[in-house]
């Protein structure tokens, strides 16, 4: 068994070691609360925390008193989607939001309904994108807020965000967006961007995990939010609860080492994934890549391998950490909620995989991931009646299945 | 997820892949399942007075569908018919220890089965000679 390579970076990304060692003393001799006024203890440990808040504004163009800190970006979607909908509610009761969210999000959005609340859900088109276009038309009267992802967890698509804020901000509706796979790995800009609230989680920016933020507009306009914990009043009132200093002084280290590395990184990572694409495309027929082909985070590459099911495939390419887009392994057997919004069929939705690509990936890795994807796809398609029908010119959409 | 080692051991080396002449009079084709289910069985027997002489299979599946397929192909082998209807999903889930999610797939074994078989005894059927 040859070591397991690590392609999830989509999922979750390990530690930078100059993120770690940053963040080692505040586990040691530095542990003061960042609220205590009145000793060296507390100032030394608000001073880092300090730090930490300009970092991330500065990676995303915002002021560090705009960064409220979380636990990740799944409490930063929960605050700003509940906290805008409570504040404004009294306003209107209409929300727009899209079909390939984040679980966080579409489970929020339910939740808001049941309180309710009226959310539309957009459809993305075939790539996994949504138009400013698109997003105008369904507004209404009562529309209070929009919440599109930057970019999307499962295929890298990235939204048209500058043109949406600015539409939001021409009819004066809030515009949250999703920023956890999109902030320092592309360019984000909140004020060129229009955009009026936006989280981040430390784990996809080779920070620690259980550490992100939210940014809140405070100017043009000035966002207010009901806070979702009552407490001692921490974050402008909008967070309670005792800063977590060394993961505070990781995020902040985090995004201060994307900003500087960010163009390296994203050639690194399109080079590789450019490098595993040419090598899959070029060795198998009936291949598909999911999502835009440019619109798309750097690092990510979701392909359908046709004919070949998609947990059998991950059996076959076990020493590649990669995630399906088939769920047969849950109680459920619903493929992506994403491919399927995006109008992929579900027989393609079972055969997709992603393979995503990081700071620490290497060109071996890549050529050795080519290697074992394309064996196992060869494979297993010898095992595939539908690939040997196809061969034998059926056209799978004219049989009847007996669908269980 | 967690699969157990015969599972396992069927997915590396799975026994009796491949086609028979599904024209053949003598041969039986069960094809159960969906794509957009995410699993498509295909077994074939082939029949010689009522005794099961051969078995194949294809699947596209996760890997305990292909074991269950792989598993239901070696049992067929030099069963009567009579006997082969016996076969019982239950008896798959017990060999490869499957887990409750994964229990839909030996029904489709199971299913796959009787599907072959009834192709095989409707061609017998249809056959005017036999009539
Ligand atoms: C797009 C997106 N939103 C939200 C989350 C949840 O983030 P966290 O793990 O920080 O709660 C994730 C991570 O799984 C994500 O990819």
């Keep these: 068994m040859n070591a397991p390579i690590y392609l999830d970076y989509q999922a979750t990304t390990p530690v930078d070691p100059r993120v770690l060692e940053e963040m080692l003393p505040y586990f ?3 542990y003061g609360n960042a609220a205590s006024r009145s000793h060296a203890f507390g100032w030394q440990a608000e001073e880092a925390v300090g730090q930490g808040r300009e970092r991330i504004a500065h990676l995303i163009g915002a002021s560090s008193k705009e960064i409220i800190f979380t636990s990740g970006s799944t409490e930063g979607i929960n605050l700003a989607m509940k906290g805008v909908a409570q504040m404004y509610g ?5 929300i727009i939001t899209s079909q390939a969210e984040h679980k966080a999000v579409l489970d929020t959005a339910k939740r808001l309904e049941k309180d309710g609340f009226e959310v539309t859900y957009l459809a993305p088109d075939s790539k996994g994108r949504h138009s400013a276009d698109q997003v105008a038309e369904a507004m209404r009267e009562d529309t209070i807020l929009v919440t599109i992802m930057w970019a999307n967890n499962e295929i890298g698509s990235i939204n048209p965000i500058r043109e949406i804020g600015a539409l939001c901000k021409e009819r004066g509706v809030l515009f949250f967006t999703d920023g956890t796979q999109a902030v320092g790995k592309v360019p984000v800009d909140v004020e060129a961007d229009n955009v009026d609230l936006l989280c981040l989680s430390g784990h996809k920016i080779y920070g620690p995990k259980g550490v992100g933020a939210l940014y809140v507009r405070r100017r043009n306009p000035r966002v207010r939010l009901v806070a979702q914990m009552d407490g001692g009043g921490h974050e402008r009132g909008m967070r309670s609860g005792t800063l977590n200093v060394p993961a505070i002084v990781g995020l902040g280290k985090a995004c201060e080492v994307c900003e500087a590395d960010m163009d390296t990184d994203r050639e690194h990572a399109l080079s590789l994934r450019t490098r595993f694409e ?5 060795a198998l027929d009936h291949v598909h890549l999911n999502g835009h082909p440019d619109h798309r985070l750097p690092a990510c590459s979701n392909i359908s391998f046709s004919y070949v099911e998609g947990e059998s495939m991950i059996m076959g390419i076990s020493n590649l950490a990669v995630s399906s887009g088939s769920a047969c392994t849950s109680a459920s057997l619903e493929p992506s909620h994403v491919l399927m919004s995006m109008g992929v ?3 393609l939705a079972h055969s997709s ?3 995503g690509f990081g700071r620490f990936t290497t060109e071996e890795d890549v050529d050795a991931a080519a290697e074992q994807v394309i064996a196992a796809v060869k494979r297993l398609r010898e095992l595939s009646p539908l690939y040997e029908m196809v061969l034998e ?3 799978l959409s004219k049989i009847q299945w007996d669908a269980h | 997820m967690a699969y157990s080692d015969k599972v396992l051991e069927h997915y590396n080396n799975p026994r009796n892949v491949g086609s028979l002449d599904k024209s053949a009079d003598d041969v039986g084709t069960g094809v159960v399942g969906a794509p957009e289910c995410g699993d498509v069985m295909k077994l074939q027997i082939q029949v010689e007075g009522d005794t099961i002489v051969d078995a194949k299979f294809k699947t596209f599946g996760c890997g305990s569908a292909i074991a269950s397929s792989s598993l239901a192909t070696e049992w067929l082998k030099g069963r009567s018919l009579d006997d082969a209807m016996t076969i ?10 499957l887990p409750p999610v994964k229990i839909h797939c030996s029904v489709l074994a199971e299913d796959a089965i009787k599907a072959a078989i009834n192709d095989f005894k409707s061609k017998q059927g249809a056959d005017p000679s036999q009539a």
């Excluded at chain 2, 019982?88 to 220890?97: A, F, K, M, R």
């Design chain 1, 90 to 94: 009294s306003k209107g009761k209409h």
């Design chain 1, 28 to 30: 040691g001799e530095i």
């Design chain 1, 353 to 355: 995989i992603r393979f």
């Design chain 1, 345 to 347: 069929g579900d027989e």
């Design chain 1, 393 to 395: 010119g059926v056209d």
């Design chain 1, 278 to 282: 040419e090598k899959v495309f070029g």
């Design chain 2, 88 to 97: 019982n999903n239950t008896e798959i889930v017990q060999e490869l220890s």
